[in-house]
């Protein structure tokens, strides 16, 4: 689960790694340890959220966003 709060944390501060994330989400995963049931929460529940924020996110916004990103994943991590 650490890994997948890294690549939200750095998907949300860093548009050019979210990008990387949206369009090349089985590459992020190859380079990452996320388990087969992150790597389904990421494209599956993530990756819409993440093209749905703006560019860029407010640093005011970020903990917010993090946050929020983490609770849906973690949701659908627990009910999986």
């Known amino acids: 689960m650490e890994t997948l709060r890294e690549l ?4 949300v501060a860093d548009y ?3 990008l990387a994330v949206m369009w090349g989400p ?3 995963i190859a380079m990452s ?3 087969d049931e992150e790597a ?3 494209k599956r529940d993530l990756l819409p959220e993440l ?12 903990s917010g966003v993090n946050e929020r990103l983490m609770e849906l994943a973690e949701g659908r991590l627990g009910s999986g």
Not at 51 to 62: F, G, M, N, S
């Open 33 to 35: 340890s996320l388990t």
């Open 26 to 28: 089985d590459d992020v």
């Open 40 to 42: 389904s929460v990421l």
């Open 8 to 11: 939200i944390e750095m998907a």
């Open 51 to 62: 093209k749905a924020l703006p560019d860029p996110v407010e640093p005011a916004d970020r």
């Open 16 to 18: 050019g790694f979210r």
